[in-house]
């Protein structure tokens, strides 16, 4: 539960640094979190291809966390 509550916090968190980044221009930076595409291919019958990208407001993200995380003790 507490996962959930932090990607939440840090998911508002992104949103609001987007809406104040032209108040606020150092809440405008982004970072790259995930993996690039990775092709499994079984016995050339079957082919999946995994891969995940998030691209985060940083400050943002990371003030939505620590938000979450004082209201989950709480």
Do not use: C
């Amino acid at each position: 539960m507490l996962v959930v509550f932090l990607a939440l916090g840090a998911f508002v968190g992104d949103i609001l640094g987007e809406l104040l980044s032209p108040y606020a221009p150092i809440l405008g930076r982004y970072g790259q979190l995930g993996f690039s595409p990775v092709t499994v291919n079984l016995l050339h019958l079957v082919e999946f291809t995994f891969g995940i990208s998030f691209r985060l407001n940083i400050l943002g993200a990371l003030l939505g966390g620590i938000l979450a995380l004082f209201l989950w003790w709480k």
